[in-house]
């Protein structure tokens, strides 16, 4: 088995004493690359800055590697767009104990335009943050969580709010970083697009519904606990397709209406 | 022509002229530099707060016969720290709470003015500043406390930056986000004791919030930000602290009304971009 990065172990988190996610098990391994899908308000976020360690948890605990190396990219909504920063100090910002000076050393900002280079980003490093498009603002945080060499890279919502092929650049970007031996752990509410090429989901309600393959993890049942909504599952190439369970009827109702 | 020049340079001649305008033009600097954080993180009622903690110091200070700086020094850091950790915890009614608090002190500090104090006069200086009562001291005093905010904020710049614009991840990236925050509010505290005596209790939010509006509006870098707002804050001072001499008006006032005309000057010039730009600051 590989190496325990981190584990939860019956952990439960709470805001102003209500909980928002409860008895969490799970093992995040060097080399793992984990989904975890949910509905809105299911925990994802929670889950994910428990294992970054800023909130704690009110029961149960997180263990991880001594000195590992995470890296974090906030869900897009929750930056905010307006701070007066270009994109190579945002890129930077992370090496706190080591640059105190505002001066961008000449190492520093090599390595910086190496990565926003290899992330599709050269020539914007001057910009400010609200100047790009939103793919572009998405692989920002994706180079300043780069910039840090993590070994573990955690992700929210990485692909929500972009097209079709700036998710597809984004998902090979994760592939060759996961092949460079980088695991990651990301959270999404695109089931077709992103979730289900996976190696492993996590389905969150408040509570780990399942947790495996997707072949394993998107069946109806488990979708159905999960969003509190029916869902159907197909499967094509070999691989899961979920399919609105509300479609047909839908579409009926509204056909008649016209 | 030699008439009018001599004419402009007539307040010179006097002392506590020179001392009220060398304290207001580094107070401006010191406001303007400390300011740019106040802005970014939405936390103007800090300012407001502070200065109203402080006044119940200061006069507590004055009735006890305790050296100002002293008695509204710790009354003022103690304050700021403890402001920064219910601000910090976020928790409902945050705002409230420090709102409370602030004024039941400045409440206090009236009243014992009031009771205790010489006179209304007194009170007067306190609230709107006065630059007769300037001393020696207040210079030193200012210039120290500006000196440590630059060194700090220069030496801790990465920290800073990152603090205010990311606490969360700042934090999991191992800067010591509760202890910036502190060395944030003590600051900030020790600003508002050394320039009270000038500015007075009531305008010193004003001018911890406008220099660094203006500079947000002239500009996209935070790095360039920490130097244009404290120049902005120093000329109005200067500026202001000059014509009052001129207009007879409050030195404060007078200040501020200069600092709000750049405000408005540099709104106009930069037009949608500068509105934008100021569009995400909480609170100003
Ligand atoms: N700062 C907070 N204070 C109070 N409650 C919170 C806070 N953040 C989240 N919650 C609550 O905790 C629960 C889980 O929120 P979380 O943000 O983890 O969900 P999520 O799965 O990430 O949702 P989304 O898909 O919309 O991003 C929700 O019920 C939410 O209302
Ligand atoms: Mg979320």
Redesign the interface.
Known sequence: MDEVLVECAHMSCAYNSTLAIKNIDLTVRKGDFIGIVGPSGSGKTTLLKAILGSISPVEGHVTKKPQLRMGYVPQVETVDWNFPVTVLEVVVMTRSSTGHLPRVTKDERTDALLVLERLGLGGLENRHIRELSGGQQQRVFVARALFHQPELLVLDEPTSGVDVRTRHEVLHLLADLHDEGVSIILSTHDLNGLAAHLPRLVCLNSEIIADGSPVEVLTPEVLEQTFGAPMGVLIHGGMPVVVDGVGADIAKRMSRLD | MSFVFAGLLTPFRYEFFNNGIIVATIAGALCGLLGVFVV?RGMSYIGHGLSHAVFGGAAASAVMNVNYFVGAGVWGVASGVIIGRIARRRL?GADAAIGVVTTASFALGLALLNRYGQAKKSIEAVLFGSVLGVQTIDIVAVSAVAILSVIVV??????F??A???P????????RVAWIEALLMGLLSLTILVTMRVIGTLLISALLVIPASVA?ML?????R??WISPVIGAVSAFTGMYLSYFLDTSASATIILTGTLMFIVVYAATGLRGRT?I???HHI
């Open positions: 970014l409902i220069v030496a801790l710049y990465r920290a930056l990152f205010t614009f990311d969360e991840v700042a934090q999991v990236s191992g800067v947000r500009t996209n870098s935070f790095a930000m920490l730009r569009s995400g600051l």
